[in-house]
């Protein structure tokens, strides 16, 4: 691809998805209708998703800052419900929406009926995840269908190689499916255990955040490449090894976290909105050569293949989420207790995204029927974003779930700041008893205002606000301490601009405010 096309490509997909915040629609939404849009406008470049490089560039990176933004503890805590959807729902959906399909459509054989389940079988990781951001969706739920769309690729992934070789004539039965599934699942896990703490304790040892940080970006497609060299799942180890991360993240240096967290959301943003930007534009592609089954056959088909994957999903997920329970008095005991309504938001938030267009396209060409299952993956890749992204919203308020507890999340973020802040001025006055770190008393009292602060500033939320702005009396403050910033980086520009300090000193200066104001901010945050 030439640079100036892909160029125009990221910057459209920033674009949108920038628009997109200021619209009650969720960024995926937009960004696919653009890509809609777009493929038929005069002087569109055409853009093919190359599996080749989608599988290997693209999901290595998005999987790997969905888990390190994960919690490992709550994953962990849901992994009997996680289990179910990510393996136990990929596989039933499989046999299912491709034994549907080969009901429905004439001519197709049963084999490659199940590269088609295998295809649309998996919710997408990043629709998944940016959809819940913009919902609010209560914790719990959100941490299932995070966790979900984690780990459902590589199950996807692996059927669809055993679906593929039974297309093709070079199936190795039952039991050879079932080891090459394991392999891929074990050896997938295995590889990423291998890999996560010796890269740990490698950022830990490196000093300099810009190696850290390159070292971060090169975390994923390492992971996802040894995995794979041994015929493994590299999205399991993937997934692994960011968890593992994440969870120890706070054992590397704070500049590092800083410029890790940036240069992290700067490539989600970019990734996702060019992915989804790129469902949009395959149109055209998908629409080409359907021979037989073009015109109304071909959209009786898509519409077919849809209706089978919402209601697989629902078939599954509501026995999933109650059999167990009543089944087990340990599930009912460790497990909090659930009404029809979760399973209904988990059952229509399946949407699919651009890992099932992605595989469709690495079907090979002598595979019958590639086409058809190319345009009913695109259908339906496009038909859930739609149909259920827009829906999704205006579900959950219609079912009126429990919203967080803000004030309960600030209490409890409260006490444990009050019990840190405690610790901390322990520590303060052991280490000002010695000799070594005495300090006069007007620095010794701003260390002690400082953790004051952050020991009241959590607690000030809880107060009264303003009432004239409606602000607490801790945002005030933030407020005014960015207005004192603000002056103090105006006077320091003037200087440097009347000669009377260089250009070296002016950036040291003002990295020093930087700093103090994005302290502040992510206290707001």
């Known amino acids: 691809m030439e640079v100036l096309p892909l160029v125009a490509l990221v910057a459209g997909s920033a674009a949108v998805a920038g628009a997109a915040r200021r619209t009650p629609v969720p960024a995926p939404l937009l960004l696919v209708a653009a890509g809609l849009i777009a493929a038929y406008l005069p002087?569109?470049?055409?853009?093919?998703?190359?599996?080749?490089?989608?599988?290997?560039?693209?999901?290595?990176?998005?999987?790997?800052?969905?888990?390190?933004?994960?919690?490992?503890?709550?994953?962990?805590?849901?992994?009997?419900?996680?289990?179910?959807?990510?393996?136990?729902?990929?596989?039933?959906?499989?046999?299912?929406?491709?034994?549907?399909?080969?009901?429905?459509?004439?001519?197709?054989?049963?084999?490659?009926?199940l590269v088609l389940g295998a295809v649309v079988a998996p919710p997408d990781a990043v629709a998944a995840t940016a959809i819940a951001r913009k919902l609010g969706l209560p914790n719990r739920i959100t941490t299932i269908l995070q966790g979900e769309s984690l780990v459902n690729d590589a199950t996807a992934i692996t059927a669809y190689k055993v679906a593929l070789a039974a297309a093709v004539g070079v199936s190795a039965g039952w039991a050879g499916g079932i080891a090459e599934f394991l392999l891929a699942?074990?050896?997938?896990?295995?590889?990423?255990?291998?890999?996560?703490?010796?890269?740990?304790?490698?950022?830990?040892?490196?000093?300099?955040?810009?190696?850290?940080?390159?070292?971060?970006?090169?975390?994923?497609?390492?992971?996802?490449?040894?995995?794979?060299?041994?015929?493994?799942?590299?999205?399991?180890?993937?997934?692994?090894?960011?968890?593992?991360?994440?969870?120890?993240?706070?054992?590397?240096?704070?500049a590092t976290r800083l410029q890790e967290e940036a240069v992290w959301k700067m490539v989600a943003f970019v990734l996702e909105s060019v992915v989804f930007a790129l469902i949009g534009l395959q149109l055209p592609v998908v629409l080409k050569g359907l021979g037989e089954y073009e015109g109304r056959a071909a959209a009786w088909y898509a519409v077919a293949v849809f209706l089978a994957v919402v209601a697989t999903r629902f078939l599954w997920v509501f026995p999933a989420t109650f059999m167990p329970r009543w089944m087990s008095e340990r599930i009912r005991t460790r497990e909090p207790d659930t009404d029809w309504k979760a399973p209904v938001i988990v059952g229509w938030a399946g949407m699919r995204g651009v890992v099932s267009l992605a595989i469709a396209f690495s079907v090979p060409m002598s595979v019958p029927h590639?086409?058809?299952?190319?345009?009913?993956?695109?259908?339906?890749v496009i038909g859930t974003l739609v149909v259920q992204g827009v829906t999704l919203p205006p579900l959950i308020r219609l079912l009126r779930l429990p919203p967080r507890d803000l004030q309960a999340e600030t209490l409890a973020e409260a006490q444990a700041q009050s019990e840190a802040s405690r610790a901390a001025d322990e520590r303060l006055a052991e280490l000002l008893e010695s000799p070594e770190n005495q300090l006069p008393p007007p620095l010794a009292d701003r260390l002690r205002t400082v953790l004051e602060r952050r020991r009241n500033a959590v607690w000030e939320r809880l107060g009264e606000v303003n009432a004239v702005t409606g602000e607490s009396a801790d945002e005030v403050y933030r407020r005014l301490a960015r207005e004192m910033i603000e002056a103090e980086r105006e006077v320091f520009v003037s200087l440097r601009d009347r000669r009377r300090i260089d250009d070296e000193m002016l950036r040291g200066l003002l990295r020093r405010l930087d700093l103090e104001e994005a302290a502040a901010y992510r206290e707001e945050t």
């Open 185 to 254: 699942s074990v050896g997938g896990i295995g590889v990423g255990l291998l890999l996560m703490v010796p890269i740990h304790q490698l950022r830990k040892r490196l000093k300099e955040p810009l190696l850290q940080n390159t070292l971060s970006l090169l975390i994923p497609f390492v992971a996802y490449a040894a995995a794979e060299r041994v015929h493994a799942s590299g999205v399991l180890a993937v997934v692994v090894v960011a968890l593992y991360l994440g969870h120890r993240n706070w054992q590397v240096d704070f």
């Open 370 to 380: 590639r086409n058809l299952i190319l345009f009913l993956t695109f259908t339906t």
């Open 43 to 113: 002087g569109v470049p055409s853009y093919t998703l190359d599996p080749h490089i989608v599988l290997p560039l693209l999901l290595p990176p998005l999987l790997h800052t969905a888990a390190v933004d994960s919690s490992y503890l709550d994953l962990r805590t849901n992994i009997r419900p996680i289990a179910m959807l990510s393996v136990g729902y990929v596989l039933f959906a499989t046999i299912a929406v491709g034994y549907a399909a080969y009901l429905a459509v004439p001519g197709l054989s049963l084999p490659v009926a």
